[in-house]
């Protein structure tokens, strides 16, 4: 689904943020990226959502090559991923159902359809019982899932979560981690970029290791030893 044919990243600063990058992601895949910081993981996020074109090499999400998108494409492009940050980027002003119904009104989804799709995901994220709520009267666990309920609810092809347990206990962390992992048994490709080594552990999922712009391990399912 998503391909890296020999990219390098330089911004104007002449600062190498990826070199030489060749990597594939298939459709279904949970695949986490990991790495310090200034490893190249946001760098790389950003040329999955087409923000930034690599300074050589492609990007290909499919068969497109990002590079040669129209700028009214772009928009297309994106809906096609949702992403999940690490301060959640929640609507404080609205309710947990409206931060997702917004979501799907931007999209152009009908009233039908928000008002069949928008329970189920609060379902799946274990929120139902508060969406009436505000972000602010939810726990940091509780605005993560939401946000992944956002992120999710136009159905997207994949989803990035950017660092989405760094501002979490442990324990809401894991949780948000098994929701991610839920969605990815029903069919959705997970890219996860994390220091948590941790959770890495635990996933026993493809792991990609990032130091100073290259890939340093691109280890297989249950492969990954912290240590």
Wanted: a negative charge; zero cysteines; charged letters at 25%.
């Amino acid at each position: 689904m998503i391909y890296f044919d020999h990219v390098s990243k330089v911004f104007e600063d002449r600062d190498i943020s990826l070199e030489d990058i060749n990597l594939s992601i298939s459709a279904g895949e949970f695949v986490s990226i990991i790495g310090p910081s200034g490893a190249g993981k946001t760098t790389l996020v950003r040329l999955i959502l087409a923000e930034v074109q690599p300074t050589s090499g492609s990007v290909s999400f499919e068969s497109q090559d990002l590079s040669l998108l129209r700028e009214s494409d772009i928009p297309a492009h994106r809906q096609r991923i949702g992403v999940v940050f690490q301060d959640f980027r929640l609507l404080k002003m609205k309710t947990v159902y409206e931060n997702i119904a917004f979501a799907m009104e931007a999209a152009g989804k009908t009233d039908e359809e928000i008002l069949a799709d928008v329970p189920y995901v609060l379902s799946l994220v274990n929120l139902d019982h508060k969406k009436d709520r505000f972000p602010h009267q939810l726990s940091g666990g509780e605005r993560q899932r939401l946000a992944i309920a956002r992120a999710i609810i136009n159905q997207p092809d994949v989803v990035i979560a950017d660092e989405p347990t760094g501002n979490l206990d442990p324990e809401s962390a894991f949780e948000v981690i098994e929701i991610l992992k839920k969605i990815n048994d029903l069919g959705t490709t997970i890219i996860l970029t994390t220091h948590n080594p941790a959770i890495v552990d635990a996933l026993k999922k493809r792991v990609i290791k990032l130091d100073q712009g290259r890939i340093q391990s691109d280890e297989a399912q249950g492969n990954y030893q912290s240590a």
